[in-house]
């Protein structure tokens, strides 16, 4: 594929996001921006949260993870279902019943004002960096087969992409990004059907013939019964629960397409559907990096030092251009979701959680929007920051630990809503910020010496339930003592 076909087909994806922007922006406001005026179809907002839950890492990574650990995600998925259930019947009525905009505000009534901030900032540090790191991913992509052959610098490149996040997200937000998601699920569920389609034909199998050998392979195996084990199968199912708890229940960019449905019964059918289909997607990428290391194995192709790359090297170098488009447009599909989504929620999140910006009545409609506009300038300018950062690290073991340190910080969420949620104590409010910084300081280490401190033991994912117990320790240990009445 020839870099200007990349491009054009990245321009015309971007035109048809533009008319979707167009068709829902019209007559938009603070309301249309942070909760989609409450009036989005449940179905809807499901189908666009698929695309929101799979970003460029998935896109590219899942399928590289099956050379090393089979389809052994797979019991991370089961997990989801578990705590998807959670999110529905518990958090989801939750803030419904008090109406809350912004998630974190739970905090402070729960709480106090310190409880609330700490919620707040951890979900802005953990939202920045992880965002920053899924976009630095694919603008990666489209600098080496694209811009590097036109010399077109790598900042200009972010900022080229995260100017157009802006312009069509910067009036409609939530409203907008609901529908546009839509879109990029379907692109990007296509982009993975077709590759699996074009793969087994190259090695004339029928999908039937298809499916045969990637059971009989030896990358189908799920489960891991050596509790010493990352892929440790109870492990990796209770991981999964406690990760689609925080990460989605406790993460203001995915729970603001949940309220901005009709009702709390739209919301959670919104909830169950998506979570059912979100299995069964993310079983379609496992099954992808079979077929992908299938292929190589066949056509004696060299893996990659990085099974991140073995995806785009496969479609765009050896199965044709309509494969390399195909991947290109699913690539692009899982970058705007995650990026849109994230500057939406980090600008509602710090509109309203340090802002006030719904408390502010003496502001018009016209002051709240320029304000709102202020801030999501300025976090799409972090954003280029950070992502530039990336770049200039240049050093893949280092930024896939900031994005670890990025997920550790879901941690003291966890522990935080835990204790409000199956509790009834009080905490002194001024100590939480300590306790939530010590939690995921405390749980790095214990990952990093684990071996020699339990006897060979690895953490894997359920270091973020350990993340969680400490903070909930912590928030036990310093509670308020009861206020007895004169």
């Known amino acids: 594929m020839t870099p200007s076909t990349i491009f054009i087909a990245f321009l015309a994806y971007t035109a048809l996001l533009f008319y ?13 921006f942070f909760i989609g005026n409450k009036a989005s179809p449940w179905y809807v907002v499901a189908y666009g949260m698929i695309g929101a839950s799979l970003s460029g890492v998935t896109f590219m990574s899942v399928p590289g993870w099956v050379g090393s650990t089979g389809f052994t995600y797979f019991m991370v998925l089961v997990g989801y279902l578990f705590g998807y259930t959670v999110i529905a019947t518990v958090l989801m009525p939750m803030y419904y019943r008090l109406n809350l905009t912004s998630i974190y505000s739970y905090l402070e009534q729960r709480f106090g004002f310190w409880s609330y901030k700490t919620g707040a900032f951890f979900f802005l540090l953990s939202r920045t960096i992880g965002a920053s790191f899924r976009m630095f991913l694919v603008v990666n992509v489209l600098q080496i087969f694209v811009f590097d ?14 100017t157009l996040i802006i312009l069509y997200t910067f009036k409609g937000g939530i409203k907008t990004i609901i529908w546009t998601d839509t879109l ?3 692109f990007m569920l296509v982009a993975v059907g077709v590759s699996i389609y074009l793969i087994s034909k190259d090695l004339q199998f029928s999908f039937g013939g298809l499916i045969s050998n990637v059971v009989h392979s030896d990358y189908s195996k799920m489960i ?3 509790w010493h084990s990352k892929q440790f199968f109870i492990k990796q199912i209770l991981s999964g629960m406690f990760i689609s708890i925080v990460m989605t ?43 992908l290391y299938l292929y190589a194995t066949k056509h004696s192709i060299q893996l990659p030092e990085r099974s991140d790359d073995l995806f785009p090297i496969i479609a765009i170098r050896f199965l044709g251009p309509l494969a390399g488009l195909v991947f290109i447009i699913g690539l692009i599909s899982a970058a705007y979701p995650s990026a849109d989504g994230a500057l939406t929620s980090l600008t509602t999140s710090f509109s309203i959680d340090f802002l006030g910006l719904n408390k502010r009545d003496n502001l018009s409609e016209l002051q709240k929007q320029r304000i709102r506009y202020a801030v999501h300038i300025s976090f799409a300018i972090l954003l280029l920051v950070v992502i530039i950062v990336f770049r200039s690290i240049n050093d893949r073991a280092v930024i896939d630990k900031l994005f670890t340190v990025a997920g550790y910080t879901y941690g003291p969420l966890l522990g935080l809503y835990s204790f409000g949620l199956f509790t009834k104590l009080s905490v002194k409010d001024r100590i939480v910020p300590f306790i939530a910084v010590a939690s995921p300081v405390i749980c790095y280490f214990l990952s990093e010496y684990s071996v020699q ?8 994912f359920e270091l973020l339930i350990l993340n969680g117990m400490i903070t909930f320790i912590g928030l036990w240990l310093f509670r308020a003592k009861p206020t007895i009445a004169s």
């Open 224 to 226: 891991v019964t050596d």
């Open 149 to 162: 052959a036109w010399n077109v610098p790598f900042g200009l490149t972010v900022a080229i992409f995260i």
């Open 184 to 186: 990029q699920t379907t």
């Open 249 to 291: 229940g406790l993460d203001q960019e995915m729970m603001q397409k949940n309220l901005s449905c009709r009702n709390i019964k739209d919301a959670q059918k919104n909830m169950f559907t998506f979570s059912t289909v979100l299995v069964f997607v993310n079983l379609m990428f496992l099954f992808l990096g079979a077929v």
């Open 20 to 32: 979707i922007t167009w068709l829902t922006a019209r007559k938009a406001n603070s309301d249309s």
């Open 453 to 460: 401190l339990f006897g060979g033991y690895k953490f894997g």
